[in-house]
Structures are given as C-alpha cells and as structure tokens.
C-alpha cells in the first residue's frame, strides 16, 4: 500500500506557493503539481526546485489563468480577451463539440514544454478542476502522455461510498476515462482534502495510510493573498488545508 500526499496549485499566486512549500517542509505533503499559466507560476516552480525530497508535477489548466501558446492558434478554448474560458463555459462547450481536441493537444504539449523549460520534469500529471478526466479531454491526455513519457496520471475513484456530488462526478469522470489512461499507472483511489466533507481531521488523514491499494490525497495549503482573492474561487479552505497538513 502506498498514499502520496499532494499539494496541488503551486504557482497560482506567491502565498499559495508559499502555503504549499511550508506544507512540504514542515509537514507531510511529499509532491505537489505545478501550474505554468500565472504570473506566479516561474517563480513558483524555482522554489520548488529547491526543495528536497519534492516532487513537483504538472497541474494543467484549461479553465483558469493565460494559455502557454499563442491565444490565436486556439481560438476554441479562449475568450476575446485571450484567457480561457471559466469551468462552465469550458465543459458547456467541450460537451457540444465547439472545442478542437487538436488545440487542447497543442496547449497542453506546450505547458509540458514550459514547465520542462524551467527545470520541471513533469512526469505526474493531474489537472485544475479536474478537467483531465472529462473523457474527451481524457483522449488527449492519454495520447500525450506516451508521446512525452508521462509516468503517472492522476485517477479520480473514491475508495468508499460518499453522498457528495463532487466527488460522485468526479468518481464517475474517472471510471469513464480509464480507458485512455491504461497504458499509464497512476493511484488507484484518491481523496480531495479541501473539497471533503464533513472535514477530515488529522487522525483521519494519518489512517488513510493503512487503505489499501495506491492512494492519493490531494489538498490546497496555501496563504490568502490579493492575487488569491482577484484570481480564483478557492481561499479561505487553503488555510485550513495547510493546518492540517502541518499537524
């Protein structure tokens, strides 16, 4: 049996780099996945580099910051503005056909070619809003990660039976995208901290290490900056994430 704690979002902006480098140092958070689509995202990635026994993977995004490519080159995942689109608007129009697969190949084979640029090898994906296990996006992934020697996808199945919805789609999203995923190992349960309820407490978090199979626990430490505030949706659980983590 095996449990990899992550910290996902380092890069989003410097106190959320800052939360997920404090749960590494000082607590039980052994890998975290990089984002390579915000201002604070280089930055973040030479820090983490500088830690030992950390692992830092790539945390794709479709649904939040700046493209890595040119916003012209895919028009189907980016507003007039040229970031992309927000989660609802991306599955509303991933789901009725109005996004190329081959656009959202060219973004992500060009953010595992910024974050390897900046000294990242990036052999464990996972993604922002789990958009990676939508199955059409899944596709993509699958063929991608032969193609640039990924060495682990992250998978989504709950390891027991909840009543929450997130986690039920998520749990389903997985089991649908599988078939893309095969020929790449990853966990075969994972947990969201952040989005779990009731809320785990340390005891809860330290018992997930005699689960069986491999596990992944997946959580957001990090500290509430403005750039925070302005950028995304998730602040004041990354806090409490990061307590936990540390306990």
């Not at 966990?187 to 009731?198: E, K, Q």
């Amino acid at each position: 049996m095996a449990l990899v704690v992550t910290a996902d979002d380092l890069g989003l902006t410097a106190g959320v780099t800052r939360g997920v480098l404090e749960a590494h140092r000082n607590g039980v958070v052994r890998s975290t996945s990089l984002l390579v689509t915000f201002p604070a995202s280089e930055e973040g990635a030479a820090l983490a580099r500088l830690e030992r026994d950390l692992e830092v993977g790539l945390h794709f995004d479709l649904v939040g910051g700046r493209p890595s490519s040119d916003p012209a080159t895919i028009p189907t995942l980016c507003d007039a503005e040229g970031r992309f689109f927000g989660l609802p608007e991306f599955t509303r129009r991933l789901f009725t056909g109005r996004i190329r697969s081959a656009e959202v190949a060219a973004e992500l084979r060009a953010q595992v070619a910024r974050a390897r640029g900046w000294g990242v090898p990036a052999l464990a994906w996972d993604s922002h809003r789990h958009v990676h296990l939508m199955p059409p996006v899944a596709r993509v992934v699958g063929a991608l990660a032969r193609e640039l020697d990924a060495r682990w996808i992250r998978r989504g199945q709950a390891p027991r039976v909840t009543l929450s919805l997130k986690t039920m789609s998520i749990h389903a999203a997985s089991l649908v995208s599988e078939l893309a995923y095969r020929r790449t190992p990853g966990n075969s349960w994972f947990i969201d901290l952040t989005a779990g309820r009731p809320r785990m407490d340390a005891t809860s978090v330290a018992l997930l290490a005699a689960v069986g199979g491999r596990g992944e626990l997946a959580a957001h430490p990090g500290y509430a900056d403005d750039d925070l505030r302005r950028t995304d949706s998730l602040v004041e659980g990354r806090e409490d994430d990061l307590v936990l983590l540390t306990d």
